[in-house]
């Protein structure tokens, strides 16, 4: 046990800290949502507790005394209060992550309040202007990666235009026997290790661009995927010592936290990425899974067998197991560095089996967006990834590409072979998936769907693997956005990272040293997310939802969580309703506390 370790344990047994409690919706049986009751009031209590993950004690946060958290089961329209009590040694603030509140609520401390003082009591006070799942965590310090958040369900006025018997919380997390400080030394640490192989994705590109020949494009490939490999996965950075451990629930794999089902019933799950410093690959083996939602929004129904879900985010889902069988809920890392799990089935007691992860995803030239590259013999991703890549190439020759590396093209930016994809005719109500065997030039010629109703289901094309796996550019709204003018402005915000220290930076400046973005009231602004690194960056923006373009018009998915893939661009129109400086930022942890965050002054 290492120094910080053992300090923590001691002073919290010296505080008389107590050991945690398990939340009534995570006991190993699910608790059915519609078993809690709805209200319009909480007290909600922030301590120190002793947690046992992994089967050592180690020092956490907990709400209630429980990780996660209780749920906040509300109803839409209602007016409501939850008070919260700091009982920890330092400042505290609870942030309603894509909750729309008045900038005072929002929970921020030094932006949006002072923040809560130990052995204060805040009250949070607003109307519900939505309805869906959403989740809460701190927005101070490092507490978040202690444990320190929990989910929320709004129940609409208007029912759902979808059904379901059933429905259960899904909430992924990650966890580390490491304090938060201690990871964050160990990544500043371990990063100025590799700083030598470091350079940015433009530097990268214009590498390729100017090698002489294949041999030497190759070697400069190569050298950079090394490196890639390990910077894919952001907790990766530990010579042994430090493990990671995926929970759902608050539950390792072993304890198969189970959600019961009978028969032919309609389950809807609401799955929420709370994990600090990983994204995840979700999917229910036997089981197709109809996404609903994402991120608390209803959108038009898309048949999926996988889902990729960023930090922060949320997607609803609806199943209908038929069979009186178990069924894995597997959610691997995307970089398959471990997985939570879960099980849906008729009685307790029952799994099934456990699929394999597969290999640790690889990126590709095409991934990069070099689609002008000699592909042959690079191991290929599928999907829109190849679309995105190589729409308009010459010469390409689809026949090369090798078999699917899972998990690395899930969700793409909305270039514009993206939008196409999402145009095509075979992906709409004909229930016939359109084949990943169609070149990207005949997808991109494709007449767009602009006049399809929303509502209408989609099922996501096969990828070569026989998977249909979601995309950003299959999510449409289900009702028409509220704002349908041009953006006035573009703003552009380039995700960057420093060369020498591990820290990562918004347009080269860490929070600390930057200015605040400005935007004006009730102003229609597009904002250009411009990922210069190697790592997705699930973007957070709060006090709006933003509107991602993803060729859907009016009807893009409205999102308050948006994954930026490495060396991709990301457009989304905001038209901010209520003022106030608010936060922008990462939802990887480590990335938002070491500077990539940005405030955003709304007047
Ligand atoms: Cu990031």
């Known amino acids: 046990m290492d120094e910080l370790k053992r300090k923590s344990l001691q002073s919290l047994l010296g505080l008389g800290a107590v050991g945690a409690l398990t939340p009534a919706w995570a006991q190993l049986r699910a608790v059915e949502i519609g078993a809690l009751p709805v209200n319009r009031a909480y007290d909600l209590k922030i301590a120190e507790t002793v947690l046992n993950i992994t089967g050592k004690p180690s020092m956490g946060i907990t709400i209630n ?21 700091n009982q920890l040694r330092e400042i505290t603030g609870v942030h309603w992550h894509g909750l729309l509140v008045p900038n005072s609520e929002d929970g921020v401390p030094g932006v949006t309040f002072p923040g809560i003082q130990p052995g204060e009591t805040f009250t949070y006070r607003f109307k519900l202007r939505q309805s869906g799942t959403y989740w809460y965590h701190s ?9 320190y958040f929990a989910p929320i369900v709004i129940d609409p006025i208007k029912p759902d235009p979808f059904k379901y018997d059933r429905e259960y919380i899904v909430m992924l997390s990650d966890w580390n026997d490491t304090p938060p400080q201690q990871v964050l030394a160990n990544l500043k640490k371990v990063d100025g290790f590799y700083n030598y192989r470091r350079i940015t994705t433009p530097q990268f590109l214009a590498q390729l661009r100017n090698a002489p020949d294949k041999k030497a494009r190759d070697s400069i490939w190569n050298d950079r995927m090394e490196w890639a490999k390990m910077r894919m996965d952001p907790t990766d950075y530990s010579d042994g010592g430090d493990e990671w451990t995926f929970l759902m629930a608050g539950k390792k794999p072993a304890e198969n936290w189970t959600a019961l089902f009978k028969p032919g019933e309609r389950v809807r799950l609401r799955f929420i990425n709370a994990s600090p410093m990983n994204m995840f690959d979700v999917r229910i083996p036997g089981l197709p899974m109809t996404v609903v939602q994402a991120d608390g929004q209803n959108v038009s129904p898309v048949d999926v067998d996988e889902f990729r879900i960023g930090n922060g985010e949320t ?3 609806i199943v209908q197991p038929k069979e009186a069988k178990a069924y894995s809920i597997f959610v691997p890392t995307i970089a398959r560095i471990g997985y939570a799990l879960g099980t849906l089935a008729p009685e307790l007691g029952m799994s099934a089996p456990v699929p394999d992860m597969g290999p640790k995803p690889v990126r590709t030239m095409a991934d990069m967006g070099m689609a002008g590259m000699d592909m042959s013999g690079s191991a290929n991703t599928s999907g829109a990834a190849d679309a995105s890549g190589m729409a308009g190439m010459p010469g390409m020759d689809m026949g090369k590409l090798a078999a699917p590396s899972p998990g690395a093209s899930m969700t793409m930016p909305s270039t514009p072979a993206d939008n196409a994809m999402a145009d095509m005719p075979g992906m ?10 169609m070149s990207a030039d005949s997808m991109a010629g494709m007449p767009g769907m602009s006049n399809q109703t929303a509502g209408a289901p989609i099922t996501a094309p096969v990828d070569a693997d026989g998977q249909r796996r979601l995309k950003y550019a299959l999510l449409r709204a289900a009702t028409r956005n509220a704002d349908n003018r041009a953006p ?12 020498t220290r591990y820290f990562w930076s918004m347009n080269d400046k860490k929070l600390s040293n930057a200015k605040p973005l400005k935007i004006g009231l009730g102003e229609r602004v597009r904002i250009k997310m411009v990922n210069e690194t190697m790592m997705e960056h699930p973007m957070h923006l709060h006090g709006v939802f933003m509107e ?3 060729g859907n018009g009016v ?3 409205r999102k308050h969580t948006i994954i930026v893939p490495p060396a991709q661009t990301v457009e989304l129109d905001v038209t901010y309703e209520d003022e106030g ?9 480590y990335h938002a506390a070491t500077g990539m965050m940005r405030l955003v002054e709304v007047a």
Not at 139 to 147: I, S, T, Y
């Open 428 to 437: 709409a109500s004909s229930g016939k998936p359109a084949s990943a065997a």
């Open 65 to 85: 005394g429980t990780m996660p958290g209780p749920v906040l089961r509300f109803r839409e329209g209602d007016e409501v209060v939850i008070r919260v009590t």
């Open 555 to 557: 009807f893009g998915p």
């Open 488 to 499: 006035e402005r573009e703003l552009l915000v380039r995700l960057t990272g420093d060369m």
């Open 139 to 147: 927005h101070a310090a490092l507490q978040e990666a202690a444990g």
């Open 581 to 589: 400086t608010w936060a922008f930022h990462c939802h990887l942890f």
């Open 315 to 317: 997607y609803d889902v």
């Open 548 to 550: 991602l373009v993803n």
